[in-house]
């Protein structure tokens, strides 16, 4: 856990969130500035700063492609698509160092990106 991590913060129930999904390893919740009408925020309650720090071995990213996976069929965007994305460093546009994933659904999603 890192002292200055809302993500952190989130996971220790300091700051509240609108929880969609929670298990031992992973949280999910609703973005607070969606970007569509679906934008789930899913992050593992272990500190990562970003993807490249997760150790070799460790399988928390097939758990998190996992829950994505739950989230997508329970909203129903599984049917129609959906993104998933994972901004890692400053040109990612990673805005806070915890390893996260946005899920984003619910409309046309346009391509490229950024």
């Given amino acids: 856990m890192s002292q200055d991590c809302i993500f952190c913060k989130i ?15 992973i949280i999910a919740f609703n973005d607070i500035a969606p970007q569509a009408p679906i ?4 992050i593992p309650k272990e500190h990562f700063d970003s993807i490249l720090s997760v150790p070799a071995g460790n399988d928390i990213i097939c758990h998190l ?13 599984a049917a129609t698509g959906f ?5 890692c460093g400053k040109d990612g546009n990673q805005t806070v160092p915890h390893l996260h994933y946005h899920l984003l659904g619910g ?3 346009l391509w490229p990106p950024g």
């Fill in 11 to 25: 996971v220790n129930k300091e700051i509240p969130a609108d929880v969609v999904y929670e298990d031992d390893l």
């Fill in 39 to 42: 934008h789930v925020i899913i």
């Fill in 65 to 77: 492609h996992t829950v994505a996976n739950r989230i997508a069929l329970k909203t129903g965007i």
């Fill in 83 to 87: 993104r998933l994305v994972n901004n």
């Fill in 107 to 109: 409309r046309p999603l």
